[in-house]
T-cell receptor, first 116, second 114 residues
Framework: AQKVTQAQTEISVVEKEDVTLDCVYE???????LFWYKQPPSGELVFLIR??????QNEISGRYSWNFQKSTSSFNFTITASQVVDSAVYFC?????????????FGQGTRLTINP | NAGVTQTPKFQVLKTGQSMTLQCAQD?????MSWYRQDPGMGLRLIHY???????DQGEVPNGYNVSRSTTEDFPLRLLSAAPSQTSVYFC?????????????FGQGTRLTVV
């Protein structure tokens, strides 16, 4: 069975600090997709990134970066120079082979608070 | 762009009542799903559909029914509401194309069963 674990329930940092959110996953599939979603206080789910299991290149998007390591089954998310607007709950998720995202398995989420 | 639209946004039900949460998408996505979000548990899959006329159960299907008569709509029915169904419900749609494998979520429905 697929499983996603986000061991950090809550993280609180001061603005401009770097912060890393951990995500560890379990799956028997050789082809799978990993996602990160952001849920701001307003409640909607905002897509951040999708990574397939064959692409282990790290990705950077502005202040956001993702480190995918199949050897440790981890897909960690780092925010550099955090800002108050980054305060949200962040979810890591996994989908099975087939390409679609109709059956996402989510982690429990990490509540990130950025203090001014 | 409407994307995924859920109605209502808020609902209070009495135990034993039934109701239908509506979900519509205008992106012509084949895949649609329903999730519930409870504190500390992330989102859990209730039911999903890979096309009109095809539905299947997710992780927590008990107490819920779905049907998919059109590509656009995927309503979720609560048969006899229970306090344990108090939650935030999200509908999502996605495409089966691997290059577009991203779930688009509605704004959510906050349901309270008293």
């Amino acid at each position: 069975a697929q499983k996603v674990t986000q061991a950090q329930t809550e993280i609180s940092v001061v603005e401009k600090e770097d912060v890393t959110l951990d995500c560890v996953y379990e799956t028997r599939d050789t082809t799978y997709y990993l996602f990160w979603y952001k849920q701001p206080p307003s409640g909607e789910l905002v897509f951040l990134i999708r990574r397939n299991s064959f692409d282990e290149q790290n990705e950077i998007s502005g202040r956001y970066s993702w480190n995918f390591q199949k050897s440790t089954s981890s897909f960690n998310f780092t925010i550099t120079a955090s800002q108050v607007v980054d305060s949200a709950v962040y979810f890591c998720a996994l989908s099975e082979a087939g390409g679609g995202a109709q059956k996402l398995v989510f982690g429990q989420g990490t509540r990130l608070t950025i203090n001014p | 762009n409407a994307g995924v639209t859920q109605t209502p946004k808020f609902q209070v039900l009495k135990t034993g009542q039934s109701m239908t949460l509506q979900c519509a998408q205008d992106m012509n996505h084949e895949y649609m799903s329903w999730y519930r979000q409870d504190p500390g548990m992330g989102l859990r899959l209730i039911h999903y559909s890979v096309g009109a006329g095809i539905t299947d159960q997710g992780e927590v299907p008990n107490g819920y029914n779905v049907s998919r008569s059109t590509t656009e709509d995927f309503p979720l029915r609560l048969l006899s509401a229970a306090p344990s169904q108090t939650s935030v419900y999200f509908c999502a749609s996605s495409s089966p194309q691997a290059t577009r494998a991203e779930a688009f979520f509605g704004q959510g429905t906050r349901l309270t069963v008293v």
